[in-house]
């Protein structure tokens, strides 16, 4: 299996993981994003020659989780990246940061690094568009965000992310 596909199946389990940790704190969770609604068109939005349209970023960077929060009675949308980084203040290639803006600026984007806290999260209103990002800076610790998240279930699954990171 190439290196490629090989972080698409580490990304798709730092998902997995964060909906079950979300799910474990008492959010529900439910698959948002086009790679899991549409799935078939994926392959075809990726491809060569595909018009970068307005519609077609707009799908493309379509989060991955709706969250309800029975507590707040607020729903959130939820992009999860899992990032490698030397340290938690080199964190490149958050590309989708200006389009997230544009059309899903009241959503969270959920941060996964192996370095520091392990797992960010930061409103996308509150984010720059830039080349690099601080987690210490740019975003807060996830469980500041999703507070029902108890503090062993981070650590536990902090521990989890690693291991998928390593693999």
Request: charged content about 35%.
């Given at each position: 299996m190439s290196s490629f596909h090989d972080d698409l199946l580490k990304g798709s389990q730092i998902k997995d993981l964060i909906k079950v940790l979300l799910q474990k704190s008492g959010y529900s969770v439910f698959p948002y994003g086009y790679e899991t609604t549409i799935s078939e068109i994926r392959n075809k939005l990726a491809e060569k020659g595909t018009k970068n349209s307005r519609t077609v970023r707009r799908i493309r960077s379509s989060p991955d989780l709706l969250v309800y929060d029975q507590e707040?009675?607020?729903?959130?949308?939820?992009?999860?990246?899992?990032?490698?980084?030397?340290?938690?203040?080199?964190?490149?290639?958050?590309?989708?940061?200006?389009?997230?803006?544009?059309?899903?600026?009241?959503?969270?984007?959920?941060?996964?690094?192996?370095?520091?806290?392990?797992?960010?999260?930061?409103?996308?209103?509150?984010?720059?568009?830039?080349?690099?990002?601080?987690?210490?800076?740019?975003?807060?610790?996830?469980?500041?965000?999703?507070?029902?998240?108890?503090?062993?279930?981070?650590?536990?699954?902090?521990?989890?992310?690693?291991?998928?990171?390593?693999?």
């Open positions: 707040k009675k607020d729903l959130m949308l939820v992009e999860v990246k899992m990032r490698r980084a030397p340290r938690e203040t080199s964190i490149k290639y958050l590309k989708r940061i200006a389009d997230y803006k544009k059309f899903w600026n009241d959503s969270i984007l959920v941060v996964i690094a192996p370095c520091g806290d392990i797992m960010y999260a930061q409103k996308v209103s509150e984010l720059e568009v830039k080349q690099t990002y601080n987690a210490i800076t740019d975003f807060v610790q996830f469980e500041d965000v999703f507070t029902r998240a108890k503090a062993e279930d981070i650590l536990h699954f902090r521990e989890k992310a690693m291991q998928i990171m390593e693999k």
